[in-house]
């Protein structure tokens, strides 16, 4: 399967604590974009790449949200000091920059809840 | 500003027509799309249109758009229970393929 994958798909933390979650995009796509989605919702954006640079972060990105993709691979989202607001599902995305119909190719998602 | 609204909820019965239908704000916006979520599962696009078409036509999905009014529906012929789901329709912001959902069209179809 070469689609995007995330991991983990379901983390359960304690309010305070720090969590991590992995984005492998498809290997040839060179933008990397991390969405929120809560119930009831449709996704957010937070944040994308371009290869390694980080292009744009919403205003939804506070300071204690913070997403690296050093070689422009892979890509983390971190969120230190979790509040129960921060509970939602994690989507990432990839596409490819040249050309195309600009779709957004989804992985299965990261689901944080935080107690 | 950025804003894509659609109702929430819609039933039909197998068999019949849905038609799901959205207003978006971007009139630069280059392609509109839309976007399927089964429960438990990721986003997985459907279908989409290019902003100077007015219609797109793909098996048994109909996509009309109408510019002016920054109107997008998508219709469903012959509506199945596996059609059952979210539908989101989303619009490309800026030049940088940011898409902007709306909140979803849950489609429930029943016997």
């Known amino acids: 399967d070469t689609g995007v994958s995330q991991d983990p798909r379901h983390k359960i933390t304690k309010r305070g604590q720090n969590v991590t979650f992995r984005c492998d995009p498809i290997?040839?796509?060179?933008?990397l974009y991390w969405y929120r989605q809560t119930l009831g919702q449709g996704p957010e954006f937070l944040t994308y790449?371009?290869?390694?640079?980080?292009?744009?972060k919403s205003r939804l990105l506070s300071d204690r949200f913070s997403a690296e993709r050093p070689k422009g691979s892979f890509s983390t989202l971190e969120i230190q000091r979790t509040e129960q607001g921060d509970s939602a599902m994690y989507l990432c995305?990839?596409?490819?920059?040249?050309?195309?119909?600009?779709?957004?190719?989804f992985g299965e998602g990261s689901r944080l809840t935080v107690l | 500003g950025e804003d894509v609204e659609q109702s929430l909820f819609l039933s039909v019965r197998e068999g019949d027509s849905s038609v799901i239908n959205c207003t978006y704000t971007d009139s630069s916006s280059t392609y509109l799309y839309w976007y399927k979520q089964e429960p438990g599962a990721g986003l997985q696009l459907l279908t989409y249109i290019f902003s100077n078409m007015d219609m797109k036509q793909d098996q048994r999905l109909t996509v009309l758009l109408n510019k002016k009014d920054k109107h997008l529906s998508l219709r469903i012929a012959d509506t199945q229970t596996g059609d059952s789901a979210i539908y989101f329709c989303?619009?490309?912001?800026?030049?940088?393929?940011?898409?902007?959902f709306g909140a979803g069209t849950r489609l429930a179809v029943h016997p």
């Open positions: 995305a990839s596409s490819y920059l040249a050309g195309g119909t600009g779709e957004l190719f």
């Open positions: 989303a619009e490309n912001s800026g030049g940088y393929n940011k898409l902007i």
């Open positions: 790449f371009q290869n390694e640079a980080q292009l744009e």
């Open positions: 290997s040839e796509h060179n933008r």
